[in-house]
Protein backbone atom coordinates (compact mmCIF):
# COMPACT_ATOMS: atom_id res chain seq x y z
CA UNK A 1 0.00 0.00 0.00
CA UNK A 2 2.51 2.56 1.06
CA UNK A 3 2.99 5.41 3.02
CA UNK A 4 0.58 7.61 0.05
CA UNK A 5 -2.30 5.74 1.00
CA UNK A 6 -1.87 6.04 4.66
CA UNK A 7 -2.01 9.70 4.21
CA UNK A 8 -4.17 10.26 1.35
CA UNK A 9 -6.42 13.37 2.02
CA UNK A 10 -3.93 14.11 4.93
CA UNK A 11 -3.58 18.16 5.54
CA UNK A 12 -0.81 17.81 7.74
CA UNK A 13 0.99 15.30 9.00
CA UNK A 14 3.58 16.28 11.43
CA UNK A 15 6.88 16.63 11.87
CA UNK A 16 7.82 15.78 8.51
CA UNK A 17 9.24 12.55 8.05
CA UNK A 18 8.27 11.13 11.74
CA UNK A 19 6.01 9.01 10.45
CA UNK A 20 8.61 7.46 8.42
CA UNK A 21 10.68 6.87 10.78
CA UNK A 22 8.04 5.11 13.07
CA UNK A 23 7.48 3.04 10.24
CA UNK A 24 11.10 1.80 9.28
CA UNK A 25 10.97 0.55 12.79
CA UNK A 26 9.17 -2.65 11.34
CA UNK A 27 6.67 -3.11 14.45
CA UNK A 28 2.66 -1.96 14.30
CA UNK A 29 2.14 1.37 15.28
CA UNK A 30 -0.76 2.33 17.78
CA UNK A 31 -3.21 4.66 15.52
CA UNK A 32 -5.18 6.84 17.57
CA UNK A 33 -8.22 8.54 17.20
CA UNK A 34 -10.62 10.25 20.02
CA UNK A 35 -14.14 10.96 19.74
CA UNK A 36 -16.46 13.19 21.82
CA UNK A 37 -19.69 11.82 21.85
CA UNK A 38 -22.02 14.92 22.11
CA UNK A 39 -23.87 14.05 19.49
CA UNK A 40 -25.62 10.12 19.32
CA UNK A 41 -24.36 9.82 15.46
CA UNK A 42 -20.96 9.58 13.03
CA UNK A 43 -21.21 11.81 10.62
CA UNK A 44 -19.74 11.09 6.96
CA UNK A 45 -17.16 13.57 7.91
CA UNK A 46 -16.09 11.64 11.09
CA UNK A 47 -15.70 9.06 8.75
CA UNK A 48 -12.84 10.77 6.78
CA UNK A 49 -10.38 9.66 9.82
CA UNK A 50 -11.89 6.79 10.46
CA UNK A 51 -10.91 5.45 6.76
CA UNK A 52 -7.08 6.96 7.71
CA UNK A 53 -7.19 4.45 10.39
CA UNK A 54 -8.63 1.59 8.49
CA UNK A 55 -5.97 2.33 6.07
CA UNK A 56 -3.53 1.83 8.88
CA UNK A 57 -5.10 -1.43 9.79
CA UNK A 58 -5.15 -3.23 6.52
CA UNK A 59 -1.54 -2.49 6.49
CA UNK A 60 -1.10 -4.30 9.85
CA UNK A 61 -1.69 -1.59 12.50
CA UNK A 62 -3.27 -0.86 15.42
CA UNK A 63 -6.43 1.33 15.66
CA UNK A 64 -7.17 2.90 18.84
CA UNK A 65 -10.61 4.38 19.13
CA UNK A 66 -10.63 6.62 22.37
CA UNK A 67 -14.29 7.00 23.35
CA UNK A 68 -14.59 10.38 25.02
CA UNK A 69 -16.91 9.82 27.85
CA UNK A 70 -15.19 11.31 30.19
CA UNK A 71 -14.54 14.84 28.40
CA UNK A 72 -17.70 14.67 27.03
CA UNK A 73 -19.13 16.06 30.58
CA UNK A 74 -16.44 18.90 29.68
CA UNK A 75 -16.95 20.26 25.74
CA UNK A 76 -14.27 20.45 23.10
CA UNK A 77 -14.03 23.95 22.11
CA UNK A 78 -12.10 23.25 18.66
CA UNK A 79 -13.90 25.25 16.00
CA UNK A 80 -16.92 26.14 18.69
CA UNK A 81 -17.36 30.39 18.72
CA UNK A 82 -18.98 29.08 22.42
CA UNK A 83 -19.14 26.22 24.83
CA UNK A 84 -20.87 23.14 24.16
CA UNK A 85 -23.61 21.62 26.65
CA UNK A 86 -23.27 19.34 29.15
CA UNK A 87 -25.03 16.04 28.66
CA UNK A 88 -26.37 13.74 31.23
CA UNK A 89 -24.44 10.31 32.27
CA UNK A 90 -27.15 8.23 30.51
CA UNK A 91 -26.89 10.69 27.06
CA UNK A 92 -23.19 9.94 27.13
CA UNK A 93 -22.96 6.38 27.76
CA UNK A 94 -25.85 5.73 25.01
CA UNK A 95 -24.17 8.09 22.67
CA UNK A 96 -20.71 6.05 23.69
CA UNK A 97 -22.66 2.46 22.52
CA UNK A 98 -24.02 3.63 19.46
CA UNK A 99 -20.22 5.63 18.45
CA UNK A 100 -19.02 2.05 18.53
CA UNK A 101 -21.17 0.23 16.62
CA UNK A 102 -20.95 2.83 13.81
CA UNK A 103 -17.26 2.70 13.55
CA UNK A 104 -17.37 -0.67 12.39
CA UNK A 105 -18.95 0.46 9.79
CA UNK A 106 -15.25 1.41 8.37
CA UNK A 107 -12.74 0.57 10.79
CA UNK A 108 -12.00 -3.21 11.31
CA UNK A 109 -13.00 -4.51 14.89
CA UNK A 110 -10.77 -7.32 15.05
CA UNK A 111 -7.72 -4.62 14.33
CA UNK A 112 -9.45 -1.68 16.54
CA UNK A 113 -9.09 -1.23 20.56
CA UNK A 114 -11.36 0.77 22.18
CA UNK A 115 -11.34 2.38 24.87
CA UNK A 116 -12.85 4.76 27.26
CA UNK A 117 -10.97 7.88 28.36
CA UNK A 118 -12.46 7.69 31.67
CA UNK A 119 -11.05 4.54 32.67
CA UNK A 120 -7.48 6.88 33.17
CA UNK A 121 -9.25 10.51 33.45
CA UNK A 122 -11.74 10.11 36.54
CA UNK A 123 -8.24 8.18 38.48
CA UNK A 124 -6.26 11.67 38.64
CA UNK A 125 -5.62 13.20 41.93
CA UNK A 126 -5.07 17.04 42.56
CA UNK A 127 -1.48 16.61 42.12
CA UNK A 128 -1.13 14.55 38.88
CA UNK A 129 -3.57 17.08 37.60
CA UNK A 130 -0.98 19.76 38.63
CA UNK A 131 1.45 17.96 36.99
CA UNK A 132 -0.18 17.55 33.72
CA UNK A 133 -0.88 21.62 33.57
CA UNK A 134 2.90 22.43 34.09
CA UNK A 135 3.54 20.80 30.74
CA UNK A 136 1.89 23.70 29.02
CA UNK A 137 1.10 27.34 29.50
CA UNK A 138 -2.11 29.80 29.68
CA UNK A 139 -0.63 31.95 27.17
CA UNK A 140 -0.29 28.80 24.63
CA UNK A 141 -3.40 27.62 24.78
CA UNK A 142 -5.52 30.45 24.38
CA UNK A 143 -3.40 31.14 20.96
CA UNK A 144 -5.68 28.64 19.72
CA UNK A 145 -8.27 30.25 17.00
CA UNK A 146 -11.41 29.31 18.94
CA UNK A 147 -10.21 30.86 21.97
CA UNK A 148 -8.80 34.19 20.49
CA UNK A 149 -12.15 34.62 18.96
CA UNK A 150 -13.91 34.54 22.12
CA UNK A 151 -11.53 36.66 23.76
CA UNK A 152 -11.59 39.26 21.42
CA UNK A 153 -15.79 39.17 21.67
CA UNK A 154 -15.10 38.95 25.82
CA UNK A 155 -17.11 35.25 25.50
CA UNK A 156 -16.28 33.84 28.57
CA UNK A 157 -13.26 31.11 28.46
CA UNK A 158 -14.19 28.43 31.57
CA UNK A 159 -10.74 27.02 32.89
CA UNK A 160 -12.66 23.51 31.96
CA UNK A 161 -12.13 24.25 28.83
CA UNK A 162 -8.51 25.66 29.05
CA UNK A 163 -7.72 21.93 30.32
CA UNK A 164 -9.46 20.28 27.82
CA UNK A 165 -6.66 19.99 25.34
CA UNK A 166 -4.37 18.45 27.87
CA UNK A 167 -6.60 15.98 28.66
CA UNK A 168 -7.08 14.34 25.47
CA UNK A 169 -3.09 14.86 25.46
CA UNK A 170 -3.12 12.37 28.08
CA UNK A 171 -4.98 9.78 26.53
CA UNK A 172 -1.86 9.46 24.06
CA UNK A 173 -0.29 8.81 27.17
CA UNK A 174 -2.39 6.69 28.75
CA UNK A 175 -2.91 4.69 25.20
CA UNK A 176 1.32 5.31 24.23
CA UNK A 177 -0.29 6.44 21.00
CA UNK A 178 2.31 6.19 17.68
CA UNK A 179 0.00 8.37 15.71
CA UNK A 180 -3.20 10.69 16.32
CA UNK A 181 -5.89 11.51 13.67
CA UNK A 182 -8.30 14.45 13.57
CA UNK A 183 -9.58 17.20 11.26
CA UNK A 184 -7.42 20.20 10.66
CA UNK A 185 -9.86 21.89 13.53
CA UNK A 186 -7.69 19.22 15.95
CA UNK A 187 -4.44 19.99 14.96
CA UNK A 188 -3.53 22.33 17.74
CA UNK A 189 -4.73 19.39 20.36
CA UNK A 190 -2.77 16.95 18.30
CA UNK A 191 0.39 18.64 19.00
CA UNK A 192 0.08 19.39 22.53
CA UNK A 193 -0.58 15.57 22.82
CA UNK A 194 3.76 15.63 21.69
CA UNK A 195 4.77 18.27 24.10
CA UNK A 196 3.05 16.22 26.71
CA UNK A 197 3.76 12.64 25.90
CA UNK A 198 7.26 13.86 26.07
CA UNK A 199 7.20 15.52 29.57
CA UNK A 200 6.04 12.00 30.23
CA UNK A 201 9.15 10.64 28.55
CA UNK A 202 7.10 9.18 25.36
CA UNK A 203 7.99 9.51 21.91
CA UNK A 204 6.16 12.15 20.87
CA UNK A 205 3.04 10.87 18.25
CA UNK A 206 2.64 11.92 14.62
CA UNK A 207 0.29 14.60 14.11
CA UNK A 208 -2.18 13.55 11.11
CA UNK A 209 -5.34 15.71 9.83
CA UNK A 210 -7.72 15.68 7.15
CA UNK A 211 -10.12 18.05 5.75
CA UNK A 212 -13.60 18.83 6.89
CA UNK A 213 -16.41 16.97 4.67
CA UNK A 214 -18.27 20.15 3.51
CA UNK A 215 -22.22 19.99 2.84
CA UNK A 216 -25.14 21.02 1.22
CA UNK A 217 -25.27 24.08 3.32
CA UNK A 218 -21.28 25.47 2.56
CA UNK A 219 -20.96 24.55 6.34
CA UNK A 220 -18.55 21.65 7.95
CA UNK A 221 -20.85 18.58 8.22
CA UNK A 222 -21.33 18.63 12.16
CA UNK A 223 -24.07 16.46 14.07
CA UNK A 224 -24.64 19.91 16.37
CA UNK A 225 -25.92 21.89 13.21
CA UNK A 226 -27.83 18.78 11.75
CA UNK A 227 -26.22 19.25 8.56
CA UNK A 228 -24.97 16.01 8.12
CA UNK A 229 -25.59 12.10 7.07
CA UNK A 230 -25.41 9.18 9.87
CA UNK A 231 -23.01 6.92 8.81
CA UNK A 232 -25.71 4.10 9.58
CA UNK A 233 -28.65 6.57 9.29
CA UNK A 234 -31.81 4.69 7.48
CA UNK A 235 -30.82 4.22 3.53
CA UNK A 236 -33.96 6.50 2.34
CA UNK A 237 -32.50 9.30 4.58
CA UNK A 238 -28.98 8.85 3.62
CA UNK A 239 -29.77 8.23 -0.20
CA UNK A 240 -32.07 11.56 -0.13
CA UNK A 241 -29.21 13.66 1.40
CA UNK A 242 -26.86 12.89 -0.43
CA UNK A 243 -28.52 14.06 -3.21
CA UNK A 244 -28.93 17.25 -2.31
CA UNK A 245 -24.83 18.20 -2.22
CA UNK A 246 -24.15 20.53 -5.07
CA UNK A 247 -22.79 20.11 -7.92
CA UNK A 248 -19.39 22.49 -7.23
CA UNK A 249 -19.14 20.31 -4.01
CA UNK A 250 -18.86 16.41 -5.33
CA UNK A 251 -15.02 16.54 -6.47
CA UNK A 252 -14.97 16.98 -2.37
CA UNK A 253 -16.96 14.32 -1.56
CA UNK A 254 -15.36 11.46 -4.18
CA UNK A 255 -12.40 12.65 -3.32
CA UNK A 256 -12.63 12.24 0.60
CA UNK A 257 -15.80 9.86 1.10
CA UNK A 258 -15.36 7.62 -1.74
CA UNK A 259 -11.68 8.21 -2.04
CA UNK A 260 -12.02 8.32 -6.04
CA UNK A 261 -10.77 11.08 -8.28
CA UNK A 262 -13.26 10.05 -10.65
CA UNK A 263 -16.65 12.48 -10.42
CA UNK A 264 -18.29 12.13 -13.32
CA UNK A 265 -17.97 15.65 -14.02
CA UNK A 266 -19.95 15.54 -17.41
CA UNK A 267 -23.01 14.64 -15.38
CA UNK A 268 -23.66 15.88 -12.14
CA UNK A 269 -26.81 13.73 -12.05
CA UNK A 270 -24.86 10.57 -12.51
CA UNK A 271 -22.42 11.55 -10.11
CA UNK A 272 -25.00 11.94 -7.16
CA UNK A 273 -26.65 8.55 -7.98
CA UNK A 274 -23.24 6.88 -8.22
CA UNK A 275 -22.39 8.99 -4.53
CA UNK A 276 -25.69 8.02 -2.66
CA UNK A 277 -25.41 4.41 -3.84
CA UNK A 278 -22.63 4.35 -2.84
CA UNK A 279 -22.97 5.58 0.60
CA UNK A 280 -25.65 3.55 1.08
CA UNK A 281 -24.32 0.73 0.06
CA UNK A 282 -21.53 0.56 2.56
CA UNK A 283 -23.62 1.23 5.32
CA UNK A 284 -26.56 -1.42 4.46
CA UNK A 285 -25.20 -3.33 1.27
CA UNK A 286 -26.39 -3.34 -2.23
CA UNK A 287 -29.72 -4.24 -2.16
CA UNK A 288 -30.68 -1.52 0.67
CA UNK A 289 -29.17 1.22 -1.94
CA UNK A 290 -31.07 -0.22 -4.54
CA UNK A 291 -34.52 0.11 -2.60
CA UNK A 292 -33.19 3.64 -1.17
CA UNK A 293 -32.82 4.22 -5.20
CA UNK A 294 -36.31 3.41 -6.15
CA UNK A 295 -37.91 4.99 -3.00
CA UNK A 296 -36.04 8.50 -3.81
CA UNK A 297 -37.24 7.92 -7.71
CA UNK A 298 -40.88 7.40 -6.77
CA UNK A 299 -41.04 9.82 -3.47
CA UNK A 300 -38.45 12.89 -4.46
CA UNK A 301 -38.49 12.84 -8.41
CA UNK A 302 -42.21 11.54 -9.60
CA UNK A 303 -43.73 13.29 -6.07
CA UNK A 304 -45.59 10.17 -4.73
CA UNK A 305 -46.17 8.01 -1.61
CA UNK A 306 -43.64 5.17 -0.93
CA UNK A 307 -45.27 1.65 -1.35
CA UNK A 308 -44.88 0.99 2.16
CA UNK A 309 -46.29 3.10 4.82
CA UNK A 310 -46.12 2.98 8.30
CA UNK A 311 -49.64 3.20 10.33
CA UNK A 312 -49.68 5.58 12.99
CA UNK A 313 -52.40 6.02 15.50
CA UNK A 314 -54.01 9.66 16.28
CA UNK A 315 -53.22 11.01 19.56
CA UNK A 316 -56.22 11.94 22.10
CA UNK A 317 -58.38 15.11 21.73
CA UNK A 318 -60.44 16.98 19.29
CA UNK A 319 -59.14 18.96 17.46
CA UNK A 320 -56.09 17.61 17.16
CA UNK A 321 -52.61 19.63 17.77
CA UNK A 322 -50.89 19.00 14.79
CA UNK A 323 -47.04 19.95 16.19
CA UNK A 324 -47.72 17.27 19.18
CA UNK A 325 -48.66 14.19 16.54
CA UNK A 326 -46.22 15.18 13.91
CA UNK A 327 -43.30 14.99 16.62
CA UNK A 328 -44.60 11.81 17.98
CA UNK A 329 -44.76 9.75 14.55
CA UNK A 330 -41.62 11.61 12.94
CA UNK A 331 -39.24 11.88 15.77
CA UNK A 332 -39.50 15.39 15.48
CA UNK A 333 -39.44 18.29 18.69
CA UNK A 334 -42.30 20.27 18.50
CA UNK A 335 -41.02 23.39 17.27
CA UNK A 336 -39.23 21.68 14.43
CA UNK A 337 -43.33 20.71 13.42
CA UNK A 338 -44.48 24.03 14.09
CA UNK A 339 -41.95 25.29 11.84
CA UNK A 340 -42.68 22.82 8.98
CA UNK A 341 -45.98 23.98 8.92
CA UNK A 342 -45.31 26.93 8.21
CA UNK A 343 -42.95 26.50 5.68
CA UNK A 344 -45.62 24.68 3.73
CA UNK A 345 -43.80 21.21 4.20
CA UNK A 346 -46.75 19.56 5.87
CA UNK A 347 -49.77 17.49 3.69
CA UNK A 348 -52.98 16.03 4.59
CA UNK A 349 -53.89 13.49 1.27
CA UNK A 350 -51.84 16.02 -0.64
CA UNK A 351 -53.28 19.37 0.77
CA UNK A 352 -51.28 21.88 2.15
CA UNK A 353 -51.97 22.39 5.82
CA UNK A 354 -51.53 25.63 7.54
CA UNK A 355 -53.39 25.22 10.84
CA UNK A 356 -51.96 23.97 14.17
CA UNK A 357 -55.13 22.50 14.92
CA UNK A 358 -57.32 20.09 13.18
CA UNK A 359 -60.53 18.18 13.31
CA UNK A 360 -59.87 14.86 14.23
CA UNK A 361 -62.36 13.98 11.66
CA UNK A 362 -59.79 15.42 8.73
CA UNK A 363 -56.91 12.87 9.94
CA UNK A 364 -58.72 9.35 10.28
CA UNK A 365 -57.23 7.76 7.55
CA UNK A 366 -55.13 10.17 6.13
CA UNK A 367 -51.96 10.02 4.64
CA UNK A 368 -49.66 12.67 5.82
CA UNK A 369 -46.40 13.58 4.40
CA UNK A 370 -43.70 15.81 6.33
CA UNK A 371 -41.27 16.97 4.05
CA UNK A 372 -40.11 15.41 1.01
CA UNK A 373 -39.73 11.83 2.34
CA UNK A 374 -41.57 11.32 5.21
CA UNK A 375 -45.21 9.70 5.36
CA UNK A 376 -47.25 7.85 7.35
CA UNK A 377 -51.11 6.93 7.37
CA UNK A 378 -53.09 7.48 9.80
CA UNK A 379 -55.60 4.37 11.21
CA UNK A 380 -58.97 4.85 10.24
CA UNK A 381 -61.39 6.48 13.45
Known amino acids: MGIAELTRNAVHVLPEGALEDKLEAGRPLRVKLGIDVTAPDITLGNGIPLQRMAAFQREGHV ?16 GRSASRPI ?6 DRNAQRFVEQA ?14 GEWLAKLDFAEILRLTRTTTVAQILERDDFA ?3 RAREPISVSELLYPLMQAYDSVAVEADVELGGTDQLYNLLAGREVMQAYGL ?14 DGEGMSASRGN ?30 MESEDTLAS ?11 WVVTRAHGADAAQLAEAHFTRVVREGRAPEEVSEVELPPGDPVHLPAALAEWFGLSTSEAR ?14 VGELDVPRTSLGGALIQAGKRRFVRVAST
Request: aromatic letters at 8%; charged letters at 25%; glycine letters at 8%.
Open 104 to 117: STIIDPDRTEVRFN
Open 63 to 78: GVLIVGDYTTRIGDPS
Open 339 to 352: RLIAQGGVRVDGGL
Open 149 to 151: KRQ
Open 203 to 216: EPQVALTVEYLVSW
Open 87 to 92: LSDAEI
Open 267 to 277: DPLQAKLALAR
Open 228 to 257: YIGLKEAPEEQFGKAMRIPDELLPQWYRLV
